[in-house]
């Protein structure tokens, strides 16, 4: 746990002491005719009806468990701000997530607005703000378009295979920060592991009548100072730019004196940054990183220069009675804590984007994540434009954190239907290939998981062989040939779009598996059912093995980690119960490929 851990503090990377959660009861109203602007429900709902914030209203988190459409809903409350929170601060109202399109009044004012459902927007309300009590009223609009950035929420009026039940409105936390006038607005910190330090880019902002605005950064390990660097803050710009030297003495643990994370060794340095102007004290914030490097090289993917073999577990993210929303911090470490005594080093968090507090954690227990982007499921000119303003802001707002090692902003030709054959669709994924290398060259960046790539550091296949001989053979004989695409390794798409060729890259299994029991007439898994945990952990154990036997072959990811509503395949139930013994699983995940060689994967 790093210093700066505060419990359900929503932005562990930034964090000041002075700030309330508004989460709780809200008054809330259904808009199905669109009416309420212009009846000025900012003022004021017509409806007695509340809302339990941030659970949705298709939840029964939320009270409501509503699982039809509404197109536009409201939610109003009065918030109390002492007066010596506003005193000297600016007042900034923080909403972690609202799908799709939020408008925010602050006592009857309109304060501003927000496109795309999956991370953070603030405003500042200094100015509407009043000691006392205070009415906040979000609108909030969402649509069945398949345009829209979505993920695995259905946009028919029923659930369907793998697409399920809406999210509409405030479905992460809402809170008001009082931040000094003169205080850290942006932070950008970016580990040179093999330059031993650690650059720091960011923005303080202050008001232009304020001079000789300096800024502090400590960098500390264990409690212990590493290093501290002094830097005065440009009035015309407020931006920062910052290199700090890491290296320390070293010891028996750390003999190189610089302190990697990795999952066998989460170590986190932390941040304190103090603002001060004429040396008086303005802001002091806390934030944390790892120091680790990222890259692929020679068929491998290489973490701190050493090969990584990635053991992933598929992760939708979903809570039987609080659907995407996890119904406490707690529930966000429970589902780590499973993943790693499952034997898995990680996991690729499907067609979600989470709460920033699951990133923490992965961060402080060691969990690797694959980051992916929620899909649109069309092709047109408004959705090109939506994905490419929605995905800069989730690669800006979780770029800091050193669990996540890969970007995967396409998923299965999902709203590039075309892409094999379409140079449109094709260049429009190089294009965002491109665009998250220019904002994070770290990272390795997958384009389209699972089938017709085109520009992609790591090729990933998705592959639902139920048989491990038969998996073993077909990968064993016609590895070439399916990385080239000539042969489709699933029986229906081929790895590789159009005029695009293998260029040595790391292969992973990013989807196998997907067993379900035959513990119910109800819900689906890949393949036929299987009956009891005999049959499971054969089958399991099979195509597990048979993925680790292959030396070219560098990781794979299981599916998945619980049910998902129809989809009833994980290894735990939605009520997170494990369905099979879990150190049985974990022995399949870590026995060794070859026992005379001790090989491990």
């Known amino acids: 746990m790093t210093i700066s851990y505060r419990p359900d503090y929503p932005r562990p990377q930034l964090v000041r002491d002075t700030w309330d959660n508004l989460n709780g009861s809200w008054n809330f109203a259904f808009d199905d005719d669109d009416r309420g602007e212009r009846e000025h429900w900012e003022q004021g709902l017509p409806s007695p009806q509340t809302i339990q914030v941030p659970f949705s209203y298709e939840t029964e988190k939320s009270g409501l468990g509503d699982t039809t459409f509404h197109p536009v809903v409201w939610y109003s409350r009065i918030v109390r701000v002492p007066e010596e929170n506003i005193k000297g601060n600016r007042v900034v109202l923080h909403l972690e997530g609202c799908d799709d399109e ?13 496109l795309g459902g999956y991370t953070r927007f603030s405003l500042d309300v200094t100015d509407w703000i009043q000691p006392g009590e205070n009415r906040v009223t979000v609108r909030a609009r969402d649509s069945m378009d398949p345009a829209q950035m979505r993920g695995k929420q259905r946009w028919v009026p029923d659930s369907f295979t793998c697409w399920y039940v809406q999210t509409t409105g405030i479905w992460k936390t809402v809170w008001l920060e009082y931040v000094p006038l003169c205080a850290v607005t942006e932070l950008q910190i970016t580990p040179l592991l093999a330059k031993g330090s650690v650059e720091l880019k960011g923005k ?4 232009k009548t304020m001079k000789d605005v300096t800024l502090q950064v400590e960098a500390l390990f264990e409690n212990a100072r590493v290093s501290r660097v002094q830097v005065p803050i440009p009035a015309k710009t407020g931006r920062f730019h910052v290199v700090m030297d890491l290296l320390s003495e070293p010891d028996d643990r750390y003999p190189w004196g610089l302190h990697p994370w990795s999952p066998q060794d989460p170590a986190l340095y932390d941040l304190h940054l103090t603002v001060r102007q004429a040396g008086a004290v ?18 491998q993917v290489l973490l701190n220069g050493e090969p990584l073999y990635q053991r992933l577990l598929l992760d939708q993210g979903y809570w039987e009675e609080s659907g995407l929303t996890p119904p406490d911090e707690a529930a ?15 996991v690729r968090k499907h067609q979600k984007v989470e709460d920033e507090r699951f990133f923490y954690w992965a961060d402080v227990k060691g969990l690797l994540v694959w980051c992916e982007a929620p899909s649109a499921y069309a092709f047109e000119d408004n959705a090109v434009q939506s994905f490419t303003a929605r995905w800069t802001e989730i690669v800006r707002q979780y770029e800091n954190h050193p669990s996540i090692i890969t970007w995967t902003p396409f998923n299965e030709s999902w709203g590039i239907g075309q892409i094999k054959t379409d140079p449109a669709q094709q260049h429009f994924t190089q294009a965002i290939y491109h665009l998250t290398k220019s904002l994070d060259p770290m990272r390795p960046v997958i384009v389209n998981d699972g089938w017709e790539h085109t520009v992609s550091d790591i090729l990933t296949l998705h592959d639902y062989e139920a048989d491990g001989a038969r998996f073993l053979a077909r990968y064993t004989r016609f590895l070439d040939q399916i990385c ?4 489709c390794h699933n029986g229906f798409k081929a790895a590789l779009a159009d005029t695009f060729t293998y260029q040595g890259q790391p292969i992973i299994i990013s989807e196998y598996g997907g067993i379900a029991l035959q513990n119910s007439e109800s819900g689906w898994g890949y393949g036929d059912k299987v009956q009891g945990e005999e049959a499971f952990l054969r089958r399991f154990g099979s195509i597990t093995r048979a993925i680790r036997q292959i030396p070219q072959i560098v990781g794979y990811c299981y599916t998945q980690i619980t049910d998902v509503q129809q989809e009833q395949n994980g290894l735990m139930d939605m009520q997170r119960h494990f369905k099979v013994d879990p150190e049985k699983i974990r022995a399949l995940n870590t026995e060794p490929v070859d026992p005379e060689s001790g090989l491990y994967r």
């Open 102 to 114: 939020a408008r925010v009044w602050v006592n009857g004012t309109f304060a501003g607005s927000h």
């Open 332 to 346: 966000l470490q429970e589902d780590i804590e499973k993943t790693l005594q499952l034997g898995y080093n990680g």
């Open 204 to 207: 303080v902002e202050a008001p």
């Open 484 to 487: 080239q695409g000539q042969v």
């Open 282 to 299: 303005q802001d002091d914030v806390w934030s944390y990183f790892g120091l680790r490097e990222i890259r692929t090289q020679n068929g």
